[in-house]
């Protein structure tokens, strides 16, 4: 009896200790798995949170940003929070088990106590830098380079000769106000006889018809820029995350710069290339003009390839000797017809700058037609005659396969663009179509998050709690 005394006495005490460490270590396993959960429950609901980027902003602009509106009129941070907070709440649910209220208890008995998004990232902060950042991101894996090399190619030809900066016009205007204040004194009754005066009636006229091949079929679209980020910026309506950006300044190189405006070439059309879904057709030369209207665009952008071109062809035409011969000799006619042979100089350069302006005519037709031009020319593929300018008559034929094509030049303007400029009008752009889109009448980019930080407390019954913080971008 002794024995059976003390072999109960020790299976008490093996029993209480094996009991002990059984519940210790369905203790340990309890608070193991809550914590194991809480982790997995939280990736799973960012990465759901993720998953719902905006389809049409992905569609139209290849961009991933969560619209924190979904839809609505209210772009706000709770919005993210409530769908962050049902998936984790529905993750943790154990109510679709099968027959749970009868053979299952839920052993972790967790529960969501508070979801916070401390910080986050808004595609217009740093002044539209992380929304270029997204842009480059997106196509900096299939753009040639060869193509930047040409482009600082031509930028060193637009610099060096300040094609850009040249007022060709003013120079003319100037040296034909000198040649009349000359002549106004003159003894002789004959006037002088401006060879260049048709032309100079065009220009007046505007240019806008003459290059393009049927002026009624140009687009008429119109946009309202109140409501756009542009606005909202200077009226200081615009929503800003919290997230320390990476120096913006980075993203102003000439690489960067380079895939930015690729990506805007390969997102957005222009004249002859038109994206009919945009509010605008000519959204190009909307980034480099900033007008509310196609035509208005397209004229300003026009105007200004006639300038550029207007430069690059009186520095040619300058420096060709027979092409001076010819202008030398028609002016010391026309001088000599008055009897005034001191303006011969002047006149030799009125000719020399109105026959480059004919040229410029026809270059601006050409690449509008889908041509090409050199950005500076030579004897080859020069094509106006000096008599044929003055009237614009001869050959129009636009099938040059020499030079740059239209869109050429319009890259060489959009680098000339101030690039704050450039960032905030391809912003513009973006919200007016995706605001043409079904539900999206109210997007708005500074309420779309590319980037989050995220405190989630997840609670259990069993007393336990546990405080996950996670990251997430695109």
């Known amino acids: 009896m002794i024995r059976q005394a003390y072999l109960t006495v020790y299976l008490a005490l093996v029993l209480s200790i094996l009991l002990s460490l059984s519940l210790a270590l369905i203790e340990g396993a309890r608070s193991g798995g809550i914590r194991m959960e809480a982790e997995c429950v939280t990736d799973i609901g960012l990465n759901s949170i993720f998953a719902e980027y905006h389809r049409e902003l992905f569609r139209q602009y290849n961009l991933f940003a969560i619209d924190c509106s979904y839809g609505g009129k209210s772009a706000a941070k709770e919005n993210v929070v409530r769908h962050l907070k049902g998936y984790l709440e529905r993750n943790l649910s154990v109510g679709d088990v099968v027959l749970s209220d009868w053979i299952y208890r839920d052993f972790l008995g967790m529960f969501v106590k508070d979801v916070e998004l401390t910080r986050v990232s808004l595609l217009t902060d740093a002044e539209g830098a992380v929304f270029r950042r997204r842009a ?46 000359m002549t106004e004194y003159s003894e002789s ?111 300003s952008v026009v105007n200004r390839l006639c300038l550029l071109r207007e430069a690059a062809n ?112 391809a912003m513009n752009m973006v919200e007016a179509d995706i605001r043409q889109t079904p539900g999206n009448a109210s997007f708005r980019l500074d309420g779309c998050y590319d980037r989050l930080e995220a405190d989630v407390r997840i609670g259990s019954t069993y007393g336990y709690e546990y405080c996950i913080q996670r990251q997430r971008s695109y």
């Open 136 to 181: 480059v991101e997106a196509v900096r894996d299939d753009v040639g380079l060869e193509r930047m090399e040409e482009l600082g190619q031509w930028m060193q030809v637009v610099d060096a000769n300040e094609l850009d900066s040249r007022d060709v016009a003013a120079e003319k205007r100037a040296l034909e106000e000198e040649v009349w204040q």
């Open 314 to 425: 009186t520095v040619y035409l300058l420096s060709d000797p027979e092409k001076c011969l010819e202008a030398e000799l028609l002016a010391d006619a026309l001088s000599a017809a008055i009897m005034l042979p001191e303006i011969a100089p002047l006149v030799k350069l009125i000719i020399l700058l109105g026959w480059a302006y004919a040229e410029s005519l026809y270059d601006v037709k050409t690449l509008l037609s889908g041509g090409r031009i050199p950005l500076v020319k030579d004897a080859s593929t020069w094509h106006y005659g000096m008599f044929a300018a003055f009237q614009l008559s001869g050959s129009e034929d636009a099938s040059s396969s020499q030079g740059l094509s239209y869109e050429d030049y319009l890259r060489i303007f959009l680098t000339l663009t101030d690039l704050d400029k450039l960032t905030v009008r």
């Open 189 to 299: 009754e004959e006037t002088f006889d401006d060879p260049t005066g048709h032309l100079e009636q065009i220009r007046g006229q505007g240019i806008l018809s003459w290059v393009v091949e049927d002026a009624d079929a140009l687009s008429h679209r119109v946009i309202n820029r109140d409501p756009f980020i542009e606005n909202r910026i200077q009226r200081g309506m615009v929503s800003s995350g919290n997230f320390p950006q990476e120096d913006a300044s980075r993203w102003d190189g000439f690489l960067e710069r380079f895939l930015f405006q690729e990506y805007l070439f390969r997102y957005m059309g222009n004249y002859g290339r038109e994206k009919e879904s945009s509010a605008l057709l000519y959204q190009m030369e909307y980034l480099i003009a900033g007008e509310d209207s196609d035509v208005e665009n397209l004229k």
